[in-house]
């Protein structure tokens, strides 16, 4: 199960850290990947990050402005959000790959396992 944490409202030009914590398995040897799905809109991808951190991406929209990491000690991937702008309001869920992380994986069906999401709100 993943738990994800930290949304809520903000400013434009402030900052977020969400966090997703798995319960249950480790995640040690997955890829894993933040997601987002804007009112009315479809869930798209926003950062991917391999097994080990070595190997990132990032959606055009965000580079430069958000980070993704993760700790194995606590089983947690991380989402810090800088520079948010209004465009980024948006349901936040992160997601484990179905296959083992040596890369990062883009596309929804890459991902077998979601969050609950958790709601960001940038104001202008």
């Known amino acids: 199960q993943l738990v994800e944490s930290g949304g809520g409202l903000v400013q434009a030009g402030g900052s977020l850290r969400l966090s997703c914590v798995a319960s249950g398995r480790t995640l040690h040897v997955h890829s894993m990947g933040w997601f987002r799905q804007p009112p009315g809109k479809e869930r798209e991808f926003v950062a991917g990050i391999n097994w080990n951190g070595a190997s990132t991406s990032y959606a055009d929209s965000v580079k430069g402005r958000f980070t993704i990491s993760r700790d194995h000690a606590k089983n947690t991937v991380f989402l810090q959000m800088n520079s948010l702008i209004p465009e980024d309001t948006a349901v936040y869920y992160c997601?484990?790959?179905?296959?083992?992380?040596?890369?990062?994986?883009?596309?929804?069906?890459?991902?077998?396992?979601w969050g609950q999401g958790t709601q960001v709100t940038v104001s202008s």
């Open positions: 997601a484990k790959s179905r296959t083992y992380g040596t890369q990062t994986y883009e596309t929804v069906g890459d991902y077998d396992s």
